[in-house]
C-alpha cells in the first residue's frame, strides 16, 4: 500500500468546485482515461455506488463506492471490485478567499487529492513504480480540473 497526494488552487467558490467533483457523472470531463461513469446520479450520498470505466491497459472497471461526504469539506470514494489497483480517494476542499488564487474578487478553492492504493496479485510486483506513475496522473488530472473549472463561459455541471 502507498499514498499519494496533489494540490491545485482554483479560482472559483468551494460550493462551486465541490459540487462539480462530487458529481462522478463529471469525471471523464477532467481526468481523460476515464471513458464513462455508469450508475452515477447528479447528488452523492454515502453509499452511493457507480462504476468507472477506465482506460489501464485496455478497457477496465472499477466499483466504485461513496464512503465519507461532507458538503463543501470532504468526499471519500473506494474501489470495491475491479483490477489489481484498489485507490480509495479522498478529496478535501479548502475555501481560501478573495483574490487567492489571483483573480480580483474571486474566492479561491484548495483541493487536494489524496490516494491510498492497494495493490493486489500481480500488480504487487508493479507497485514500486505505481507511485510517480499515479502522482504524475493526478497532477494532470487536478491541471485539468483547474482548466476547465475556470475557463470563461464554461458550463460548469
Not at 29 to 40: M, S, T, Y
Amino acid at each position: 500500500m502507498f499514498t499519494v497526494e496533489e494540490s491545485v488552487t482554483i479560482a472559483r467558490p468551494v460550493a462551486e468546485v465541490f459540487a462539480f467533483v462530487a458529481d462522478a457523472r463529471n469525471v471523464p470531463k477532467w481526468r481523460p482515461d476515464v471513458l464513462e461513469v455508469r450508475g452515477a446520479p447528479e447528488r452523492v450520498t454515502v453509499g452511493t455506488s457507480f462504476e468507472e470505466l477506465i482506460a489501464f491497459g485496455g478497457k477496465k472497471a472499477w466499483s466504485m463506492r461513496v464512503t465519507a461526504l461532507e458538503p463543501g469539506r470532504r468526499e471519500v470514494i473506494e474501489a470495491v471490485s475491479g483490477p489489481g489497483v484498489r485507490p480509495t480517494q479522498t478529496f478535501l476542499f479548502e475555501p481560501l478567499g478573495e483574490g487567492a488564487a489571483g483573480a480580483v474578487g474571486t474566492s479561491a478553492t484548495r483541493v487536494t487529492f489524496r490516494g491510498e492504493i492497494r495493490t493486489l496479485g500481480g500488480f504487487r510486483l508493479l507497485e514500486p513504480l505505481l507511485p510517480t506513475l499515479i502522482r504524475r496522473n493526478w497532477r494532470r488530472y487536478l491541471a485539468n480540473l483547474k482548466r476547465l473549472l475556470e475557463e470563461p463561459g464554461n458550463v460548469q455541471r
